[in-house]
């Protein structure tokens, strides 16, 4: 979960943070670089290195795998969702949607992307109680109720595992675990960045040994090591970080960048036409992340 302590030009509509979802780091990524092995990975997914080859298109054929230009909507509040839309997916929350909902979209032929958040700990969450209390760090600053969870810890990794568990008995195609990259905020455990990188190819291995395709969310300096075991990005405010170039090495291996901008429909005219040059399927939406939307893939300019 994003949120902004600096205002561009560009966005100067945006007016917060975003809803229930995204990193809290505010401190703006500024390399892509930062990878100890970013060659010769043994993934989950088939592939053998995470450079942005043309193996990293491939993968596994019987998970879903999103080229750039895949329609989609994201929709936690204002339920019920809205399932008219015609989109080829949807990212839900993965405990609060209802099951006629997910019927529906299932229904429709739109693959089923279902949220859960892999680093933070939610009081609000029906499993709350099975962390373990030491393993549930600092407060998420402007998140009331959410703290870090320690990802090191085997039963934050087991419980993980029971959610991708849940997803495939909801009918799930693909899981976007979020606050992915703890490491680089302060969430009271000293795990770095290998810690890190290790916790995020554990999400990735159970999710595809249950025939799921997961998205990286945010956590960019880690797309080097990371991007050849993700089927696809899900990125918030890459605009109005200026952080969208590091999003590239997905566009050009054929995968998806599902990015989010927050503000009113006047961004249209400043972020679209960037974000279709660089093959983004970039949406704008409240802050709440309710069915209100502007696909930049389908804006005219009108």
Same mark, same amino acid.
């Given at each position: 979960?994003?949120?902004? %302590?600096? *205002?561009?030009?560009? *966005? /100067? *509509?945006? %007016?917060?943070?975003?809803?229930?979802?995204?990193?809290? $780091?505010?401190?703006?990524?500024?390399?892509?670089?930062?990878?100890?092995?970013?060659?010769?990975? =043994?993934?989950?997914?088939? $592939?053998?290195?995470?450079? &942005?080859?043309? =193996?990293?298109?491939?993968?596994?054929?019987?998970?879903?795998?999103?080229?750039? #230009?895949?329609?989609?909507?994201?929709?936690?509040?204002?339920?019920?969702?809205?399932?008219?839309?015609?989109?080829?997916?949807?990212?839900?929350? *993965?405990?609060? %949607?209802?099951?006629? %909902?997910?019927?529906?979209?299932?229904?429709?032929?739109? /693959?089923?992307?279902?949220?859960?958040?892999?680093?933070?700990?939610?009081?609000? +969450? $029906? $499993?709350?109680?099975?962390?373990?209390?030491?393993?549930? #760090?600092?407060?998420?600053?402007?998140?009331? &109720?959410?703290?870090?969870?320690?990802?090191? =810890?085997?039963?934050? +990794?087991?419980?993980? @595992?029971?959610?991708?568990?849940?997803?495939? @008995? +909801?009918?799930?195609?693909?899981?976007?675990?979020?606050?992915?990259?703890?490491?680089?905020?302060?969430?009271?455990?000293?795990? #770095?960045?290998?810690?890190?990188?290790?916790?995020?190819?554990?999400?990735?291995?159970? !999710?595809?040994?249950?025939?799921?395709?997961?998205?990286?969310?945010?956590?960019?300096?880690?797309?080097?090591?990371?991007? /050849?075991?993700?089927?696809?990005?899900?990125?918030?405010?890459?605009?109005?970080?200026?952080?969208?170039?590091?999003?590239?090495?997905?566009?050009? /291996?054929?995968? !998806?960048?599902?990015?989010?901008?927050?503000?009113?429909?006047?961004?249209?005219?400043?972020?679209?036409?960037? @974000?279709? @040059?660089?093959?983004? =399927?970039?949406?704008?939406?409240?802050?709440?992340?309710? !069915?209100? +939307?502007?696909?930049?893939?389908?804006?005219? &300019?009108?």
């Amino acid at each position: 979960m994003r949120c902004a %302590t600096t *205002l561009l030009a560009i *966005l /100067a *509509l945006s %007016t917060g943070c975003p809803g229930p979802g995204g990193d809290d $780091d505010t401190a703006g990524d500024d390399d892509a670089t930062a990878d100890d092995d970013a060659t010769g990975d =043994d993934d989950a997914t088939g $592939d053998d290195d995470a450079t &942005g080859d043309d =193996d990293d298109t491939t993968g596994d054929p019987a998970l879903w795998q999103p080229a750039p #230009g895949t329609s989609w909507q994201i929709q936690y509040s204002g339920l019920p969702i809205d399932t008219s839309l015609g989109v080829d997916a949807y990212n839900v929350d *993965l405990f609060d %949607t209802p099951d006629a %909902t997910i019927d529906e979209i299932v229904a429709n032929g739109a /693959a089923l992307v279902c949220y859960f958040s892999a680093g933070s700990w939610e009081e609000w +969450r $029906d $499993d709350a109680g099975q962390f373990p209390e030491e393993a549930i #760090g600092n407060p998420l600053d402007g998140w009331p &109720g959410e703290a870090w969870l320690d990802v090191t =810890d085997p039963d934050v +990794r087991a419980i993980m @595992a029971s959610r991708m568990d849940h997803a495939v @008995a +909801r009918g799930c195609d693909a899981v976007d675990p979020d606050n992915v990259d703890g490491y680089t905020n302060q969430p009271g455990f000293s795990f #770095g960045f290998e810690d890190q990188l290790d916790y995020n190819r554990f999400l990735a291995a159970e !999710a595809h040994a249950r025939g799921l395709a997961i998205g990286l969310k945010n956590d960019l300096d880690q797309i080097g090591d990371l991007m /050849a075991e993700f089927e696809f990005a899900v990125n918030e405010e890459c605009f109005h970080y200026d952080e969208c170039e590091m999003l590239m090495p997905f566009v050009t /291996a054929g995968k !998806a960048v599902f990015s989010i901008e927050y503000g009113s429909e006047a961004l249209a005219e400043l972020l679209c036409p960037e @974000a279709n @040059a660089l093959d983004l =399927d970039t949406l704008i939406k409240h802050l709440d992340l309710d !069915a209100w +939307r502007v696909a930049c893939r389908e804006w005219s &300019g009108d």
